[in-house]
């Protein structure tokens, strides 16, 4: 079974702060995905990005990053001088590779406080 | 706009009713989702299409729900007898025929059970 755990249910930081979403993920599958999606107050789930297990380079995307470190099975989310705008929930998700859905976690709630 | 369209975006019903909701995914998109979302949640997968095979049902959480996708495009999902417990958020996404594909989501039908 999958399993995706983000512990951090709500985070709450001043503008321009750096803040790090945690993810980290159970599998047995040896060929997996990984993804994060932002749900923001109007409800909406926007795909942010999509990881495979071979792949452990990290990505930069403008003021997002994130590090996939299967060692810990983690794949964590930096953003980073963070706006107001990005206030919404983030979650991360997980799918083996066949074409099965994806396994969500919780969500953590980002605050960004102006 | 090309994205994935769900109607109706609200749907309250007394219990006991039947409802049905549609999906149209992304056109060029084979594969299409159906994940259910409560309050404080991540989506919950519930099923999945490869054109028109229902290759997943098995999560569909009781036999009061049903899907289907005749022609390969859009899709609907029923729900039989309704019960307050069903008050959710139905998500549709489809994605390519790729392994891991990133899922794209509709905007959501909220169903509310009186």
């Known amino acids: 079974a999958q399993k995706v755990t983000q512990a951090q249910t709500e985070i709450s930081v001043v503008e321009k702060e750096d803040v790090t979403l945690d993810c980290v993920y159970e599998t047995r599958d040896t060929t997996y995905y990984l993804f994060w999606y932002k749900q923001p107050p109007s409800g909406e789930l926007v795909f942010l990005i999509r990881r495979n297990s071979f792949d452990e380079q990290n990505e930069i995307s403008g003021r997002y990053s994130w590090n996939f470190q299967k060692s810990t099975s983690s794949f964590n989310f930096t953003i980073t001088a963070s706006q107001v705008v990005d206030s919404a929930v983030y979650f991360c998700?997980?799918?083996?590779?066949?074409?099965?859905?994806?396994?969500f976690g919780k969500g953590t709630h980002l605050i960004i406080q102006p | 706009d090309t994205g994935v369209s769900q109607d109706p975006r609200h749907k309250i019903t007394k219990r006991g009713q039947n409802v049905t909701f549609r999906c149209d995914p992304i056109s060029e998109h084979n594969r299409l989702y159906w994940y259910r979302q409560t309050l404080g949640q991540g989506p919950e997968f519930l099923t999945y299409?490869?054109?028109?095979?229902?290759?997943?049902k098995s999560r569909l959480l009781s036999d009061r729900f049903s899907a289907e996708r005749p022609k390969g495009s859009f899709s609907t999902l029923e729900i039989q007898r309704t019960e307050q417990g069903d008050s959710a958020m139905y998500l549709c996404a489809s994605s390519l025929v790729v392994p891991g594909g990133e899922q794209f989501f509709g905007p959501g039908t909220r169903l509310t059970v009186l």
């Open positions: 998700a997980l799918t083996g590779g066949g074409a099965d859905g994806l396994t």
């Open positions: 299409f490869q054109n028109e095979a229902q290759l997943e």
